[in-house]
DNA sequence: TCTCAAATAAGAATTTTTCTTATCTGGATA
DNA sequence: TATCCAGATAAGAAAAATTCTTATTTGAGA
């Protein structure tokens, strides 16, 4: 990713629907600047801190939740905070509901199957994989009712 | 997942290589009963405490934990805990490192286009899916240099 | 059965995240 | 440009999640 200016920042969070005040824009300006470290809240504020010292850590908190909500910024998939726990190791996916926040397995052996094979065919340097897994996340359309996937007949 | 009696459990906990208490059996038996709900620790201890009042939420951290490492369970990947933030909104995928705790990206068009294509051909009976990424967990063979991943020359 | 390294209970301490409230500010409007 | 106000922020309290400490207990090998 290109390094933004200020003007370019400003426009970005307007246009994800945001009024663009000096906080946001130094919080967007210091996760675009650290492009491929996935830095936490906290991290983030102490990345603003020397130049903001006013900033407060509760602000950079509810502003990149605020960031998230409107799909300017993501949330980094994550084991490492590792709040919950699975006890089938088999290789399987999730479904991620941002409605629900329910994590609902999904298992697609043609999917672990066609990544399996991707993955076989690739060259990996300094990487020993031990395991991959696949998450969807979206909506569910009715929260009562099950979700189905299925393959359409062709 | 079947229902796996006393001994099963203990057995799975020694394979693992863990001296097989009464608190792990209990809260090994709870995960595999809660097949498909990715508890948190604090909802294994609510689950275990009544039939088990003397067992503590400190112990059920560790035993987790200590199960994770033996890879007697998994953490289930989960943005909801959400501690990482990311600006780059385009798909990409990411890779952990379980040695360093890094999370790296991993941009692979070949990779995203071979998925886009699978859900595609899907069909999604009440889910409306927004995005999908790719976790790789795995080790650097050597922490200081660089993971590269290429296409085998074929 | 005895022994002891390892595991546990209990709760303190720390860390992370959310909430509350008084104050402030971006930008719409006059 | 000055005024206004809904929404944003700072500060810190509060709550929630996680880790740590220490005395006690326990599983399993001798």
Redesign the pocket.
Known sequence: MQLLNRNELRERI?ISG???????IVVYEALVQQHGHHP???EVYQLLKPA?P??????V???L??FVETNLIRRVLSEE???RYDANTMAHSHIYCSNTKEIIDYEDAELEQLLTDFFRKRNMENFEIKSFAVQLTGNKKEPGKQIRISQVPK
């Open positions: 307007v945001l009024k663009a005040t000096q906080q946001r936490t809240a906290e903001n006013s900033i407060s850590l509760g602000t908190y509810k502003t939740d605020s905070s590792g709040k």
